[in-house]
């Protein structure tokens, strides 16, 4: 029988049958090959090559720059240097590349091929093959993009949800929406409402139209509009462009953006509120977006249900402190006293440090700070109960130790598990003799007017709810000018430092402050702490100054203010007249005062809540007035422009006035200004 290669025909092994078998096979898979002559700079594509790069066989340039031209401009420099390498090292050649076929498509390319060289072993040609991978790369693209959107969305959760848990009240929370959460999701406006009974509050929104916002704010919750929508029927609502917004809220009102978002807050089974988010740009909404935004919402109403708690004990709390600090130190002939309260601006916010200036029955003054533990409503309810005892226990002419003792002894039968430090002296300031006793409380300065410093190192007693403690004392002197300084511990130990470096350290401070007034030593000792730095305790603190015989004042008299009352601020005008008449001065300081105090009145019933005192003091030399209100904020000058009708009071007073300044008192303040004879 004759053989196949006899007779002409391809066998298995046959070039002709393999060459075939190959050209099927780079076919159906759709690989292209390529051959680069480099001495001739030929480029030679397959029919395959050519429609990968979507360009004509025929009229395809053959030459290197042709297949550069058909890159992706990001990919040509890098492509150009890995050819390159593989020719300087007679070596494999391996690339990927996006092409941009002439009909503007993009497709991604895997590049296989060798250099070979020429019997002198230079590189002679580039062979290789080519093959289209644009749905895998596709396909990797998208499981890449799926995992970032997954672990953006994860951080997303993580960010908001720490700050949502470090948020502690209602403010802190509405920042977190409309701060943290609005830039993380990339909106251009979010808006929160909460329930008060059947109607929602706008809170916080930013990005909206204030008159949107305005005629939002206490809608009904059967307001027909989305936010309200989502709020009563506790379901999210989504439209992810302006045609869906329409379908679904026809007759609504133009709302602006391109995307929007109404999440109801829902804690503990009852919507607590909601909040509106706007995008401008439309939104896909999948189901991994929904599911994440009605998570962050359920974030938010847990939140905003423990702000509330928090800012209810807060109220609760600095209503105490408020009720149970004292309002007026001063009134006491011979001697000046000052004093400061600062909280804490950590937690609630307020806490257990007290003070007190004591006129006792004997003529003598007394002079107490204390610290209950913690700073709960239930520590300033005990601080309350503590502060009226020792009043009390002082008003019934007590010795210094037994007022300590009775103290004490109210601590323990309150059964508050709470524990209190306290320090008590008494004063004679016609003498200057004085007595201290201490319970596990830091001990006062003298700080004397030629600049000397001296820690009143008492025995004391052990800490104040301790079964049975005695307490001993130990006598002082102030000369005049001299002053007794009385702080918690607040003031002088914090992180990093213990009380005896921190007691060095009121030392310097105050020693710098020798010779001033009671108010300016006493602004000197908390200047570290307050207003703006960060304390991690209250710090009180009480400063009494015996007086020189040339700065006693010499009367006083005071008129208190009822907010509210007609006639308040006119009335306040005649009684400053009346006395500066009586007084003896000039009709033009009469005046200058009257205007003065008009001005400090206004502000004081105009910012504050509660009672207002006026008072005047007279001094050899000049007469204070004195404006006292329960707001912490301090005065400002405003310059106001020279067409407007207001807002120019403190700049009245500061230029009449000799003097003028503002300290802190209590949880208020008091404004003064000065005016000579």
């Not at 596990?440 to 008492?458: D, F, I, K, T």
Request: net charge negative; hydrophobic share 45%; with cysteine.
């Amino acid at each position: 029988m004759e053989s196949p290669e006899s007779a002409g025909l391809p066998t298995e092994r046959s070039p002709d049958l393999l060459l075939g078998r190959l050209e099927l096979a780079l076919d159906a898979s759709g690989i292209g090959s390529f051959d680069w002559h480099l001495a001739t700079d030929e480029l030679i594509w397959d029919d395959r090559l050519c429609r990968l790069f979507g360009v004509d066989p025929d009229t395809f340039g053959r030459r290197i720059a042709s297949f550069y031209d058909g890159l992706h401009p990001a990919d040509r420099i890098r492509v150009r240097a890995l050819i390159e390498r593989a020719i300087d090292e007679v070596g494999e050649y391996r690339a990927e590349y996006r092409v941009l076929r002439p009909d503007g498509e993009t497709r991604w390319v895997e590049a296989r091929g060798r250099v070979f060289a020429d019997a002198d072993g230079r590189p002679e040609r580039l062979i290789g093959v080519a093959t289209d991978f644009t749905d895998r790369h596709q396909a990797w693209q998208r499981q890449q993009d799926a995992a970032r959107a997954e672990w953006e969305r994860a951080a997303l959760m993580t960010a908001v949800t720490r700050a949502l848990a470090e948020a502690l009240t209602l403010k802190d929370v509405t920042q977190v929406l409309t701060g943290t959460l609005r830039g993380a999701i990339g909106a251009s406006a979010l808006g929160v409402v909460l329930m008060e009974a059947d109607r929602l509050r706008v809170v916080d929104a930013v990005g909206y139209d204030p008159l949107v916002v305005a005629d939002f704010d206490g809608v009904a919750l059967t307001d027909p509009r989305p936010l309200a929508e989502a709020v009563r029927t506790r379901a999210p609502l989504f439209a992810g462009d302006a045609e869906q917004f329409a379908a679904r809220w026809p007759g609504a009102a133009e709302v602006g953006g391109s995307a929007w978002a109404y999440l109801p807050m829902i804690a503990s089974g009852r919507p607590v509120g909601g909040f509106a988010v706007r995008w401008d740009k439309p939104q896909p909404f999948t189901s991994d977006d929904r599911t994440l935004l009605v998570a962050l919402g359920g974030l938010a109403a847990q939140s905003f249900e423990r702000a509330r708690l928090y800012d209810a004990e807060h109220e609760l709390a600095a209503g105490l402190q408020r009720v149970m600090l004292p309002r007026r130190t001063d009134g006491i002939r011979g001697v000046s006293t000052a004093c400061r309260y600062l909280p804490s601006t950590d937690g609630l916010q307020v806490g257990g440090d007290w003070y007190d200036v004591i006129a006792l029955p004997s003529g003598h003054i007394g002079l107490v700070v204390g610290d209950v533990e913690g700073h709960t409503a239930h520590a300033a309810a005990v601080m309350g109960q503590l502060r009226i005892g020792v009043r009390a226990y002082a008003a019934e002419g007590h010795r210094p130790e037994e007022v300590m003792a009775r103290t004490n002894r109210l601590l323990v039968d309150l059964e508050t598990r709470l524990l209190a430090t306290c320090c008590y002296v008494t004063l004679d300031p016609a003498t200057g003799d004085g007595v201290v006793v201490r319970a596990g409380h830091p001990p006062p300065l003298v700080v004397r007017a030629n600049g000397g410093v001296e820690l009143v190192e008492s025995a004391g007693g052990l800490i104040l709810g301790v079964q049975d403690a005695e307490y001993r004392t130990m006598a002082i002197h102030i000369g005049p000018g001299d002053a007794l300084v009385l702080v918690t511990d607040g003031l002088i130990e914090t992180p990093g430092l213990t009380i005896d470096a921190g007691l060095r350290s009121l030392a310097e401070l105050a020693a710098a402050g020798a010779g001033e007034s009671a108010e300016h030593l006493a602004d000197r000792i908390v200047a570290p702490v307050g207003p703006a730095g960060h304390r991690f305790d209250d710090v009180a603190v009480v400063v009494a100054r015996r007086d020189l015989g040339d700065e006693s004042r010499i009367d006083e008299a005071r008129h208190a203010i009822v907010r509210g009352a007609q006639g308040a601020i006119g009335r306040s005008r005649a009684f400053v007249g009346r006395t500066l008449t009586r007084w003896g001065f000039g009709e033009i300081v009469v005046e200058q005062a009257v205007l003065c105090a008009s001005e400090l009145v206004t502000n004081a019933i105009r910012h504050g809540e509660g009672l207002v005192e006026l008072a005047l003091i007279r001094y050899p030399d000049r007469v204070r007035l004195v404006v006292e209100d329960d707001s912490p904020r301090p005065p400002r000058v405003v310059k106001a422009p020279a067409t407007s009708t207001g807002g120019r009071g403190l700049d009245v007073v500061e230029r009449l006035s000799v003097a003028w300044g503002s300290e802190a008192r209590g949880t208020g303040k008091i404004v003064w200004a000065e005016f000579t004879m």
